[in-house]
């Protein structure tokens, strides 16, 4: 297990965890000063959203270059699915495809896929997860050529009628199985995942498959399951067990930080939550 | 598969679903009232909350024999671990004592086992499970000498932190493997498990273990995880294959409809949402 008491050039930033502080929102973050400011700790990736740089990806990517920080990779994928994915299947895929093509631009390496809940007019998620593996089919080797991986993302259950029909790590490993792209692997988050008992068995099967690592904790009394998000050490997630495994897996990749938080953590001065955030990941993950 | 088209006997009202509308609470229907209500319209089963009886044990299981409806089950035995459980050792295991006097006093059949949360000062659900088998091992053979049945109903995932560490149908399986007491079982709660694609596997594991099955649905866009289920086919489980599974199985026994809604259905006439409930029964399930 790696030790990340005196480097960090491991960890990751999703931006989503200083609220989007980017250009035009919040504290105003733009994604460079972001990416300076991770850089002056020591941090060595960020995780950036779709509408943070729609249309400016050679630019940040060429900041990314120019003071070393790493595009780990890009949130993400439209719901393919749901009450909350596009009505018409064309402007899935359409969209599906600009994600990937963006992917490439700003030269990040993954994609995460977050497939969206239960399809309109049916019921539980045996159609809705059929659904989603076509669209993922299709996708990955649109992807391939691009040169970009694919990260199915199980979410929390608890997102299992809007946001995600894909709720274990199991059930994304399946779809894996069954779609069987090289270009196609899974997102761990401890968020998601960390009630699992079944977990380490499917972290061993997993492999190399997984793509990536997200780190937060789950707050005992959690308030709201979209917003309130723990960072670590705060929560009952055993963070470290569960990175042990995902690592003793063959997961030697970056470990991101992604906490939605507009409870707490959205409300503080983002030079504060990186420190925060740092010190945590030296000391309890 | 049964059908209950014509026949609601098989149909079971958990008083929650009015929202504890007894005595002093609520429109004031204490359990008398709305034993008569159930009867009224043909629901054969009802399931009370220990607060609604207590110290009215024997007088309240005179009027259901007198009004020809069964006392199914008692909710609940205490939490046994995590944040709101008691504290001292001593207490719960009482308390848990107490829950199974009043079960045999009341001549219901089950008492549902809600586990409680993660234990405080401890990461992840391991070192609570432990814990939880061990006050439910002792409790069996105090229950099996009442003469009462205990029912392990694992929650949904999202109450893993301070309700339930107990969140599968695989869980509760295996720790009824792990104690082997012949009086000790699963309950189903169609809310909690809608989103398990592991589901029928385990239910055709657990046989004759279900010793209870619940009816409620889960809303796509759930606005509070403790109070917003919704109505038999307002939301997106998939009740009739799920019950299909557990019929299966070899369960026989009632179909108890419990909602927690102070969004939706605690706020209009508990007899409106009987009439809703038998109709639901009758056409979605």
Redesign the interface.
């Known amino acids: 297990m790696r030790d990340f008491r005196h480097d960090i050039s491991a960890l990751a930033l999703n931006t989503a965890t200083l609220g989007h502080n980017v250009a035009g929102a919040g504290a105003g973050w733009s994604p460079e000063r972001t990416m300076d400011a991770c850089v002056a700790r020591g941090i060595g990736g960020i995780v950036l959203w779709r509408r943070e740089v729609a249309g400016r990806e050679a630019a940040v990517a060429a900041h990314a270059r120019a003071v070393g920080i790493k595009v780990v990779g890009l949130c993400r994928a439209p719901f393919l699915v ?2 909350l994915a596009p009505v018409r299947r064309d402007d899935v895929v359409d969209d599906f495809r600009a994600a990937i093509d963006q992917t490439a631009e700003l030269g990040a390496d993954i994609l995460t896929i977050v497939v969206g ?2 399809q309109p007019g ?5 159609t809705s ?1 059929g659904l989603v593996a076509e669209y993922v089919a299709t996708a990955a080797s649109y992807a391939a050529a691009a040169g970009v991986r694919l990260a199915l993302e199980p979410l ?3 997102y ?3 946001r995600s ?1 894909l ?2 790590t ?2 994304a490993l ?1 779809m894996c199985d069954q779609i069987n792209a090289e270009n196609l692997g899974v997102a761990i988050d401890v968020y998601h995942v ?5 977990l380490p068995r499917q972290l061993a099967r997993a492999g190399r498959r997984i793509f990536g690592f997200h780190l937060c904790d ?5 308030t709201d ?1 979209l917003l309130d998000r723990g960072m670590m050490g705060d ?5 470290a ?1 569960i990175r042990a495994a995902v690592e003793q897996a063959g997961y030697d990749g970056m470990c991101e930080v992604e906490i939605f938080s507009a409870t707490n953590w959205w409300k503080r001065d983002p030079a504060e939550v990186l420190d925060v955030m740092v010190e945590r990941f030296r000391t309890v993950c």
Chains 1, 2 share one sequence.
């Open positions: 749901g009450p809940g239960v049916t019921k539980g998620v045996a997860l929390h259950p608890v299992g009628g809007d029909c709720t274990t199991r059930d399946d960390w009630w699992d008992t079944d789950w707050l005992a009394h959690t399951v929560g009952v997630a055993d963070i067990t």
